[in-house]
C-alpha cells in the first residue's frame, strides 16, 4: 500500500500509464511550486482521468485498480480518506461505479455505494 502522495502517484502511473502525461502537464493545479502535493489533490485529478478514459481501460488495470481501492478502503487514514471523498463521492457522476463494482471488496462496495 502507498506510504505517500507520490507512492501512490507512481502506482497509479503504473496501472494507467496514459495517466502520467496528464498529471505531470505544467498546468497541474494539484501540485504547489516546490513539487508536492496531497493524497486528496492526486485523487481529485486522477478522477477525472478516470470517468473520462473508462471505455478505454483494459479489465487488467480495471482489476489492479480495484485492489488498491480494497487495500486503501481496508485502511484508515489519509488515504483512505482521499480516496472515500474523491473518488468513492463521484462514481456515479463519472458513470464509473458499474465498471469498478466486479473489483471492489465488499467493504469497498458499502463504502463506495456502488
Partial sequence: MPQSPPELRDLL???FPA???QWESADNPFVSDDGT???HGLMI???EFFGRNLASLSEKQLREFGGLVNAVVAADGPLEN???TCL???LHQIKAAKALR???SPVAKEKSHA
Avoid: C, G, M, N
Fill in 45 to 47: 485529478d486522477f478522477t
Fill in 37 to 39: 502535493f496531497s493524497y
Fill in 102 to 104: 466486479p473489483f471492489l
Fill in 88 to 90: 468513492f463521492e463521484h
Fill in 82 to 84: 482521499a480516496v472515500s
Fill in 13 to 15: 502511473f503504473r496501472i
Fill in 19 to 21: 495517466y502520467q502525461p
